[in-house]
């Protein structure tokens, strides 16, 4: 996201458009692109709101979704399965969290359960076999396949994971480390 006018033609250039396409993109003349990024005028607030919210425009359209990134494999616990069998999966699977769902429809997401929790399960003297309902935490956060790499990083800074769906029907999840590892391969 640009915030200063002398950024426009960084952002242009960047990428790779003429100073035509882009007033074409904000329904703005030419000249006043050239005259903006010359420093020879100080445009109106309607003119630099229309070629701001052209620049995110293009900003999102080039930005990663949610969808280039998911783990289609989702591996979750029912409400109703005890700690012990849910610490076997996630101790197999080598996770630390794992969504929990309804025994009754397998594509609704009812809490979520880690490490963290199981843990103060184990502390508080709970048995190996009392359910995950008991001690799961909040939903995960769910959203479109067609979301921001940016809004998924600041999902995932107060969430452990994200479910990812499309059309109502859950296409995969992300987690820290799927994002970390799509960002810096």
Request: charged fraction near 25%; charge should be positive.
């Amino acid at each position: 996201m640009i915030s200063e006018l002398r950024e426009i033609q960084e952002f242009r250039k960047k990428h790779g458009l003429t100073q035509t396409e882009l007033a074409k993109l904000a329904g703005v003349s030419q000249s006043l692109i050239a005259k903006i990024e010359s420093n020879k005028i100080d445009p109106t607030y309607t003119n630099i709101k229309k070629i701001f919210s052209a620049i995110e425009c293009l900003n999102q359209k080039k930005e990663i979704k949610a969808s280039e990134i998911i783990n289609k494999n989702i591996i979750s616990v029912k409400a109703e399965d005890s700690l012990k069998h849910t610490i076997k999966i996630m101790k197999q699977k080598g996770i630390s969290q794992v969504p929990v769902i309804d025994q009754k429809h397998p594509d609704l997401f009812i809490g979520m359960i880690s490490e963290a929790k199981i843990l103060d399960a184990i502390m508080n003297n709970a048995s190996p076999d009392s359910k995950v309902r008991e001690f799961m935490g909040e939903c995960p956060p769910i959203i479109s396949k067609d979301s921001t790499i940016t809004l998924v990083g600041s999902l995932l800074k107060y969430s452990p994971m994200v479910i990812v769906k499309d059309k109502g029907k859950t296409i995969g999840i992300i987690t820290k480390a799927d994002l970390l590892g799509r960002v810096y391969q």
